[in-house]
């Protein structure tokens, strides 16, 4: 059944604002009376709803569902800005693999430089791809996308994270990708992955 996330706290009837929604439901779905979805709010319970009135875009809240599909951790993915598109791979993968946020941010040795005008657009285009992965893989919550224009805002973020672990890659026939956490102060806070900003990796003095 096709889910459908909604800005804004429940409520009943529903009626959908959001153009890009409108769209896929009753252009893209044809969605018509009487059809059924399931309607995600910003509370992350999914609730089963039917389409009363198509031209006006409304839907009648049916139930709740039981179906909760998230991770007991929090967990952040963070990497360098990477070249070409790699991002939306990343930013789709770990949002289908539970991830509650994707970060990005200028590493030393990262190519791109994205200005905040670009940073911006490319956010818009990578919060998206997040949005279309969480429905399709039927998570609770989309997660968060956030890119940092400078590196030292990034690392201010840190001490807000209790465990923190970084993926190397280590080329010893063959390459093998390991992960190895890195010590920080232990607060009841999220997990946050570093990882690869693209094969030259991180410089010494990042990590």
Not at 23 to 50: C, P, S, W, Y
Request: hydrophobic share 40%; net charge neutral.
């Amino acid at each position: 059944m096709q889910q459908y996330f909604i800005k804004g706290q429940v409520e009943n009837p529903v009626i959908i604002k959001d153009k890009d929604t409108v769209k896929h439901m009753f252009n893209v779905m044809r969605l018509t009376e009487d059809d059924q979805v399931v309607l995600v709010f910003e509370d992350g319970i999914k609730r089963l709803a039917r389409v009363t009135d198509r031209e006006n875009h409304i839907f009648e809240v049916i139930e709740d569902l039981n179906d909760n599909v998230e991770m007991p951790v929090s967990v952040t993915i963070a990497s360098g800005f990477p070249k070409g598109d790699k991002l939306d791979l990343v930013t789709q993968k770990a949002t289908e693999l539970g991830a509650q946020a994707i970060w990005a941010f200028p590493a030393d040795w990262s190519v791109v430089k994205w200005d905040g005008k670009k940073l911006a657009k490319k956010e818009d285009k990578l919060a998206k791809i997040a949005l279309g992965a969480a429905e399709q893989s039927k998570r609770n919550r989309v997660p968060e996308v956030r890119l940092f224009e400078k590196k030292g805002e990034f690392l201010s973020e840190l001490d807000n994270f209790d465990k923190i672990f970084r993926r190397i890659r280590k080329c010893q026939n063959p390459c093998r990708d390991y992960t190895e956490p890195i010590d920080v102060q232990k607060y009841p806070m999220p997990i946050l992955e570093k990882k690869l900003p693209s094969w030259a990796g991180y410089r010494k003095e990042e990590i």
